[in-house]
C-alpha cells in the first residue's frame, strides 16, 4: 500500500517568486512513479512532473522541478517564478509496482499567486 | 492530439437513479482510470481497465460498476443513487506499454449531483 501526505493545506505567494510544496510518501514497493498534477477551479487534473523511484536525476519540466529525497522519502515540487495562472490545487501522487493504473493521491495544497 | 474526453460534463440526479458516466481515451491509449473527487475524501481511485479487462479496484461499493470496450472507450455506471455519491468524476488515460507508473492524462470530469 501506498501513501502520501501533504501537509500545507495552502498558501499564498508572490507572483515571481519561488514556491515549494511538500510531499512526502510511504512505500513499501522497490519501484515505484511520484507524479505532480495541477487542479485550476475548473476541475481538470493537469499532469506537471514525473520521477521515477530509481532515476538518478531529479526531474525538471520548464519552470517546475522535483526535489526528489530518497532516503527522506520526500518528492517536493518547486515552481520557479510564479505566476498568476499557477494559483490552483496541487497533488503529490505516488504509482506503485504493479499498481494497475492506481494512482494515490495525498490531501493536496492550495496554492494563490498574489501580484 | 486530442485529450481525454468526459460526457455529460454536468449531471443531476435524484437518490434512487443510477446514472453512466462516459470516457473517451487520448487516441492510442489504452488503460483507462476512473476515480472520484469529494471534499470529504478527496481523490478516490474507482477502478482500471485494459483491453476490456477490469485489472484493479478500489474501495467502493458493488453500485459502482464499469466497462471498456475495443476501442478502448470507458463507461461507469452508479446504481441506486445516493447523496453522498455527489462528485467530480474523473477518468483518466495511459498508453500501458508495460512498463510502470505511466503518466495518466486526466479528462476535465464529470460534476454529479445528487438530488
Known amino acids: 500500500a501506498q501513501k502520501i501526505t501533504q501537509t500545507q493545506p495552502g498558501m499564498f505567494v508572490q507572483e515571481k517568486e519561488a514556491v515549494t510544496l511538500d510531499c512526502t510518501y510511504d512505500t513499501s514497493d522497490p519501484s515505484y512513479g511520484l507524479f505532480w498534477y495541477k487542479q485550476p477551479s475548473s476541475g481538470e487534473m493537469i499532469f506537471l512532473i514525473y520521477q521515477g523511484s530509481y532515476d538518478q536525476q531529479n526531474a525538471t519540466e520548464g519552470r517546475y522541478s522535483l526535489n526528489f529525497q530518497k532516503a527522506r522519502k520526500s518528492a517536493n515540487l518547486v515552481i520557479s517564478t510564479s505566476q498568476l495562472g499557477d494559483s490552483a490545487m496541487y497533488f503529490c501522487a505516488i504509482e506503485g509496482t504493479d499498481s494497475w493504473g492506481k494512482l494515490q493521491f495525498g490531501a493536496g495544497t492550495q496554492v494563490v499567486v498574489t501580484p | 492530439k486530442a485529450g481525454v474526453t468526459q460526457t455529460p460534463r454536468y449531471l443531476i440526479k435524484t437518490r434512487g437513479q443510477q446514472v453512466t458516466l462516459s470516457c473517451s481515451p487520448i487516441s492510442g491509449h489504452r488503460s483507462v482510470s476512473w476515480y472520484q473527487q469529494t471534499p470529504g475524501q478527496g481523490l478516490q481511485f474507482l477502478f482500471e481497465?485494459?483491453?476490456?479487462?477490469?485489472?484493479n479496484k478500489g474501495n467502493f461499493p458493488g453500485r459502482f460498476s464499469g466497462r471498456q470496450f475495443s476501442n478502448s472507450r470507458s463507461e461507469m455506471n452508479v446504481s441506486t443513487l445516493e447523496l453522498g455519491d455527489s462528485a467530480l468524476y474523473l477518468c483518466?488515460?495511459?498508453?500501458?506499454?508495460?512498463?510502470?507508473?505511466?503518466?495518466?492524462?486526466f479528462g476535465p470530469g464529470t460534476r454529479l449531483l445528487v438530488l
Open positions: 483518466a488515460s495511459s498508453l500501458e506499454t508495460g512498463s510502470n507508473q505511466e503518466t495518466q492524462y
Open positions: 481497465y485494459f483491453s476490456e479487462t477490469q485489472r
